[in-house]
């Protein structure tokens, strides 16, 4: 009398498997009825309406009165700005390193200037200040030749400021 004990441990694995998956269906039913009994149902909104107390009467706004500026700018000087132009356009072409470029801009510079050194509308400070600016030209443009592209402009912009100034 032999008995197999291979036929028995299939029969014990079949019959805890079969639990296992009763038990597991048991526990998704129950899974979904919690849901459709407490998750499912969703609160009605509510509607809330504040009522605020009356409100006070309010003074009538006054309007603003506007202000009225004049700035007192100094004239526009047409040969002086198309000087700064020119500067500011060397300076661009300074930050691209392009030398050549930045050298015939400041000889475009150097021609309006000398065109307003040579216009008879402004007085003999305005004139002196043009020369100087004139001079520092010349640095520039030695200092663009010996390719000190960065100290060049540097001096530009300082040129440049110098030009914007209101009482220029």
């Known amino acids: 009398m032999r008995v197999s ?18 038990g597991g ?6 899974a979904l009825a919690y849901y459709a ?3 499912g149902h969703r609160p009605a909104y509510v509607v ?5 107390g009356a409100r006070t009467a309010q003074p009538a706004a006054t309007t603003p009165t506007p202000v009225v500026f004049a700035p007192q700018l100094p004239e526009r ?10 500067i500011a356009e060397a300076e661009v072409y300074l930050k691209k390193r392009q030398g050549a470029a930045a050298l015939a801009a ?15 509308q402004r007085g003999a400070a305005h004139r002196d200040a043009l020369a100087a600016a004139l ?13 000190n592209y960065e100290d060049a402009r540097r001096q530009l912009v300082a040129l440049d400021k110098s030009l914007d100034r209101p009482d220029f």
């Not at 001079?135 to 390719?147: P, W």
């Open 106 to 120: 400041l000889a475009r510079a150097r021609r309006a200037a000398s065109h307003a050194i040579e216009s008879r």
């Open 37 to 39: 009994a407490v998750g």
């Open 77 to 86: 000087d047409a040969d002086v700005e198309q000087a700064g132009d020119r």
């Open 48 to 52: 809330e309406t504040v009522t605020t």
């Open 5 to 22: 004990l291979r036929g028995m441990g299939s029969a014990l694995g079949r019959g805890h498997a079969r639990h296992a998956l009763v």
């Open 135 to 147: 001079k520092e030209l010349d640095t520039v443009e030695r200092t663009i030749e010996h390719g």
């Open 25 to 30: 269906g048991c526990l998704l039913l129950a």
